[in-house]
């Protein structure tokens, strides 16, 4: 009897639930839109983990929706410009590493040379899982906050994105005119990572599903926007 071939779907499941997912992944990047993508435990499972879903893959932001609990600013966070009398706060959830935070933080910068005196700009940090980078990054711009220059720390990640590595941790510290020895004990030590955690942890709390997430007065405006997007959500909390 002549041996039939099998037929591509007549695969065992989880082959043909992978060419559906990988399928579908395709399929919406062509469209332009935002994807979540679950991650497989590294034992071969057909277990799916959650994790926070891709929303910096969306070149346009989803609609501004409240946040679901936004914890509260403290003194004692990353803040740029005069909080005590700006009539908009936001607070930027973010990753170093995310290609789109890098493309929304010029317009963060340029909202608040546009705005000065009424706009302040809370930083906190939601490395995501798949950036190997995120979390070491973040826990270096935490030692330089740790000598005071946590924003031009800050400022040379984005910008040298690239580079992310802990060579370049280094370079950028002595480039800065950081104390070499404070920061090596600090960034050896992972002396700040239970803060990132709990940034991470509290911007899920507030609705941030990826990032960049930043909440404008309390609105959330998902993914990497424009300058007209940003400022004219400012406009309104100023008119309001």
Known sequence: MEKK???????????????????????????????????????????????????????????PTAAKTLAPVTADEHIRGDIENAKVV???????????????????????????????????????????EAVPSALASECAAEQGKFWEYG???????????????????AEIGLNSGDFADCY??????????EDRATGAAAGATGTPATFVNGILVSGAVDFATLSGLIEQELEG
């Not at 034992?43 to 893959?57: I, P, Q, R, Y």
């Not at 789109?100 to 995501?128: I, K, N, Q």
């Open 5 to 63: 071939e099998p037929a591509f779907f007549d695969g065992n499941p989880k082959m043909i639930f992978v060419f559906g997912l990988v399928t579908g992944v395709a399929i919406t990047s062509l469209l332009g839109g935002s994807l979540s993508l679950p991650e497989f435990d590294s034992g071969g499972s057909d277990k799916v983990v959650a994790a926070f879903d891709d929303a910096e893959l969306a070149d346009e932001a989803a609609a």
């Open 90 to 132: 936001m607070v930027e959830y973010s990753d170093f590493e995310c290609p789109f935070c890098s493309r929304h933080h010029p317009t963060m910068l340029d909202v608040m040379e546009e705005y000065e005196g009424d706009v302040a700009w809370v930083y906190r940090h939601m490395p995501l899982s798949f950036h190997v």
């Open 155 to 173: 400022d040379a990640l984005f910008d040298n994105q690239s580079s992310l590595s802990e060579d370049y941790y280094y370079e950028l510290a």
């Open 188 to 197: 050896e030590s992972a002396k700040y990572e239970d803060d990132v955690n």
